[in-house]
C-alpha cells in the first residue's frame, strides 16, 4: 500500500495481484467467495461467521440470495467503510474502484478483506503463506479526466482473457467480445449494463450521475475501447 494517507470522501483505484503472477482464483467457488466478502467485509463492525462455503447449485444463485437478504437485514445497522463503485476480478489480480466513507476504511477493509480470503484460499487448498504480492496499490482519481475512463478500464479487462492485444486496439471480433463480457460474471459490468448480477455489492448511484442508464453505458464502453489511446493512460490509472 502506498504510504500516503487516504483521504475520506476520495475516490481510488485499488488493485493487488498474486505472488508471482499466480493465479488467485482457480474455480468459481473461489471468485464468489471474493465477491462474498467484498459484501461481507465492508461494515464497521466485525464478521462473526466466516463459514458459507455456498455448495448449493447454481453456485451465484446461492451468493446472490445470502448477500441480498444480509443486505435487507442489515439495511439500518450497516455502517460502510467504503462504497464500492465498480470491480473486477481476473485470474490473477482484482481490480476495485472505492469512494473512502471513514477515516481509515479502505485500509480497514482492505485488511479484512485480504485476511479473510488469504485465509479461505489456504484452507481450502493445503497451503500456507501469501497469496497476494506484498499490499494493495492505491492511486487517488482526484482528476475527473482520469476518474470518468476508470470504469471502463476496469470493466474491460476481463478481454485480456480472449483478446490479449485489445489495449493495442488489436481486437480481431469486436462482436465476440462483446459477447464475451456480457458473459463475465465476475465484475460489476453486468449490473451497470442493466443485468442483475451481484447488484447488492456496489454502490452505483455515484458513476450512473455521469451515464444516461444502463444502454448509454453499455454504447459508451464499446465506443471507448475502439477510440481511446488506452497505453497512454495507464500511468495515470496504474500511478
Known amino acids: 500500500m502506498n504510504k500516503r494517507e487516504l483521504i475520506s470522501g476520495q475516490i481510488y483505484h485499488i488493485y493487488s495481484r498474486g505472488v508471482d503472477k499466480r493465479k488467485i482464483f482457480l474455480d468459481d467457488k473461489d471468485y ?3 465477491i ?11 464478521v462473526l461467521n466466516l463459514g458459507h462455503f455456498f455448495n448449493k447449485n ?18 439500518e445497522k450497516r455502517k460502510l467503510l467504503v462504497e464500492i463503485l465498480a470491480f473486477c476480478l481476473m485470474p490473477n489480480h482484482y481490480h476495485l474502484l472505492l469512494k ?10 482492505m485488511s479484512k478483506l485480504g485476511i479473510g480470503y488469504v485465509n479461505y484460499f489456504n484452507q481450502k487448498y493445503e497451503r500456507s503463506g501469501v497469496l497476494f504480492q506484498g499490499r494493495f496499490k492505491s492511486v487517488l482519481i482526484n482528476q475527473e ?18 483478446e490479449s492485444k485489445w489495449e493495442e486496439k488489436e481486437i480481431k471480433d469486436y462482436k465476440r467480445a462483446v459477447k464475451f463480457l456480457e458473459s463475465y460474471r465476475w465484475s460489476s459490468y453486468l449490473d451497470y449494463i ?15 450521475q455521469f451515464f444516461s442508464g444502463p444502454e448509454e453505458y ?3 464502453t ?10 497512454e493512460l495507464q500511468n495515470k490509472l496504474l500511478e
Do not use: C
Not at 448477500?67 to 442489515?74: D, F, M, P, S, Y
Open 58 to 75: 447454481p453456485y451465484i444463485d446461492s451468493v446472490n440470495q445470502y448477500i441480498g437478504r444480509k443486505a435487507k437485514e442489515a439495511k
Open 218 to 220: 453499455k454504447k459508451e
Open 145 to 162: 479526466a482520469h476518474f470518468i475512463h476508470l470504469p471502463y478500464y476496469i470493466h474491460l479487462n476481463p478481454l485480456d482473457l480472449i
Open 100 to 109: 473512502q466513507k471513514k477515516d481509515g476504511g479502505i485500509t480497514k477493509f
Open 36 to 46: 462474498h466478502d467484498l459484501f461481507e467485509f465492508n461494515d464497521e463492525a466485525p
Open 32 to 34: 464468489l467467495r471474493f
Open 222 to 231: 464499446m465506443k471507448w475501447l475502439r477510440e481511446i489511446e488506452i497505453k
Open 194 to 208: 442493466g443485468k442483475k448480477n451481484f447488484p447488492s455489492v456496489t454502490s452505483r448511484e455515484f458513476l450512473n
